[in-house]
């Protein structure tokens, strides 16, 4: 079992086709959302709330974590059920999650039109997401840093002239 566990938290997404590995694919969503919820929920409750207190802190962790990895395990979910009961594998698929997750969000705030709101953007995403799988192109490129990093500045010439050869003289 703990071979299984180690693997498949390293699994991606796209590891497997569509309609295969459903809890590969549940991990694969969740630990980018748990990752995003802790870092959003540290942002507000270091500058927003400002909790006093371990458990108002913790609350506060568990009220934005917990609606993230929710709306992360809807569209997996909604996506993986739609493959299995439409039997294709398009951006239908990636559009029942949305909305799925968008019913989340939905809840989460306590209004049916936020939730519809998000879902149609998830799935304007989601449908663009698939779109750039299925023809090979990236939604979300590498980032090619092009500027000269300054960890290491003696690695990087600076000046704007080259520096003249050493040892020679004017021959007077």
Do not use: C
């Not at 693997?7 to 549940?26: I, Q, V």
């Amino acid at each position: 079992m703990k071979i299984v566990l180690n693997m498949s938290l390293k699994a991606n997404y796209y590891d497997k086709p569509e309609g295969d590995d459903l809890f590969g694919k549940m991990i694969a969503t969740n630990k980018y959302a748990l990752a995003g919820g802790l870092g959003w929920s540290t942002v507000e409750v270091m500058m927003v709330s400002k909790p006093k207190g371990y458990l108002p802190t913790i609350a506060r962790y568990v009220y934005f974590t917990g609606p993230f990895v929710g709306m992360a395990s809807a569209f997996t979910v909604g996506a993986y059920a739609a493959n299995k009961l439409r039997g294709r594998d398009d951006a239908w698929n990636y559009v029942a999650g949305a909305f799925a997750a968008g019913g989340v969000y939905g809840a989460w705030k306590r209004n049916v039109v936020s939730g519809l709101v998000a879902g149609l953007i998830f799935s304007v995403a989601g449908a663009l997401k698939k779109q750039s799988v299925d023809e090979g192109w990236e939604f979300f490129p590498e980032v090619k840093h092009h500027a000269v990093s300054s960890i290491n500045p003696n690695r990087y010439d600076f000046t704007l002239t080259q520096e003249r050869e050493r040892g020679w003289t004017t021959g007077k």
